[in-house]
Structure formats: C-alpha cells, structure tokens
C-alpha cells in the first residue's frame, strides 16, 4: 500500500487551478482584481519588511514586484473605467499553475 501511495504521490507533479473565471460587471471586475493584487503587494511588502528587520537590507526582487504589480494595477482601473464608460462587462479569467521543482 506505501509503494502505490509513494507512486501517486510522485505523478502529481504539476496541475492548473482556475481561481477565478466569470463575467462581472466593472464594479465587481474591480473589486475582484483590486483584492488580488492588494494581496499580492501586501505579501512583497511584509517578506520585503521581514527581511529589513531581520537581516538589515531591503528585499529587491520583492520591491521590483510591488511596482510591476501597482503599475498593473493602474493599466486595470484604466481598463475597468474604460468597460464602465461604455456600459461593457469584464470576463476576467485567473489559472495559476503550480509544479515541483
């Protein structure tokens, strides 16, 4: 029964999980994907600010992240007020795929 339950374990090396997939209105669009990335650049902004405290030094590829991800952000709204402007809904789609490396 171990060998089989190891098996199983080793062939589950990657998948694809859909987090969000749907039509929304602009408003829902924006809440939706506001959330995401405050998550996401609030995430870099802690490890960047554990690493201050404990070792003394700034975490680099964490603060390049939390500027890619507010300039992202901005290009949203713009897109997202656009959609509002001209009375569209969004269809947004998330996959993040996961995989041992």
Do not use: C, W
Not at 18 to 36: A, Q, V
Not at 68 to 86: F, G, M, Y
């Amino acid at each position: 029964m171990e060998a089989i339950q190891e098996k199983q374990n080793t062939q589950v090396q990657k998948g694809n999980y859909d987090l969000i997939k749907g039509e929304y209105t602009p408003e829902e669009g924006l809440e939706i994907i506001s959330h995401l990335l405050m998550k996401k650049i609030n995430f870099h902004e802690l490890k960047s600010f554990s690493k201050q405290i404990r070792f003394g030094m700034e975490d680099n590829a964490s603060l390049k992240r939390i500027e890619e991800l507010k300039a992202s952000s901005e290009e949203l709204k713009q897109l997202i007020k656009e959609a509002k402007l001209s009375g569209k809904n969004l269809r947004v789609k998330s996959t993040i795929s996961v995989e041992l490396i």
